[in-house]
């Protein structure tokens, strides 16, 4: 069984800085997905990045990257350059091969201008 | 393509009655997702279909709650008997089981309960 935790449940950050967004997970299985999603205030859930568990690189894209500890476990969010768009609830999720994907509770982001 | 649809968008239903929500996923995406989402809250998995197979149903699904993908195309989700609690927004979701393996979400459907 899967389960993902998000252990802060709400972070501000000031425009152009950058935060990082905390998340871990637990799996016995060996291939699996991890993801960080955005959902906007009333606004549908959209993908962010995601990391296959076999690859050692950190994904990256644009503005947001990833850093993940396979061993611990760990799947953190970087975002650089803070924008007011990027002001949302953000999601940690697990998919293990042929599954559900499994979320955490969330984190609400506040980007300050 | 336009994405996942969903509809109704919005549905207010006294307590007691049925209600039921369908899902349009990518077409060609042959893997379909429920999940229940409640304010603040992440989403919570309902079930989820590999074509028309109902592969897994979560065990906090009660038995007032059904899904159908017949034909392995769009989804159906029936709520009978509604009750306060289970006031919510229902989320699809759709993915492929090859290739890329990101699900891509529709817009939900809020059900309040009266």
């Known amino acids: 069984a899967q389960t993902v935790t998000q252990s802060q449940p709400e972070m501000s950050v000031q425009e152009a800085e950058t935060v990082t967004l905390s998340c871990t997970y637990d799996?016995?299985?060996?291939?699996?997905?991890l993801f960080w999603y955005k959902q906007p205030p009333s606004r549908q859930m959209i993908l962010v990045i995601r990391?296959?568990?076999?690859?050692?690189q950190n994904a990256t894209e644009n503005r947001f990257s990833v850093n993940f500890q396979k061993a611990a476990k760990s799947f953190s969010l970087k975002i650089s350059d803070s924008q007011l768009g990027d002001t949302a609830m953000y999601f940690c999720?697990?998919?293990?091969?042929?599954?559900?994907?499994?979320f955490g509770p969330g984190t609400r982001l506040s980007v300050l201008p | 393509d336009t994405g996942v649809s969903q509809n109704p968008r919005h549905k207010i239903t006294k307590r007691g009655q049925n209600v039921t929500f369908r899902c349009d996923p990518i077409?060609?995406?042959?893997?379909l997702y429920w999940y229940r989402q409640t304010l603040g809250q992440g989403p919570e998995f309902l079930t989820y279909?590999?074509?028309?197979?109902?592969?897994?149903k979560s065990r906090l699904l009660s038995d007032r709650f059904s899904a159908e993908r017949p034909k392995g195309s769009f989804s159906t989700l029936e709520i009978q008997r509604t009750e306060q609690g289970d006031s919510a927004m229902y989320l699809c979701?759709?993915?492929?089981?090859?290739?890329?393996?990101?699900?891509?979400f529709g817009q939900g459907t809020r059900l309040t309960v009266v």
């Open positions: 077409s060609e995406h042959n893997r």
């Open positions: 279909f590999q074509n028309e197979a109902q592969l897994e």
């Open positions: 979701a759709s993915s492929s089981q090859t290739g890329n393996t990101e699900a891509f």
């Open positions: 990391q296959e568990a076999y690859k050692q």
């Open positions: 799996t016995s299985e060996s291939n699996y997905y």
């Open positions: 999720a697990c998919l293990e091969g042929g599954q559900n994907f499994v």
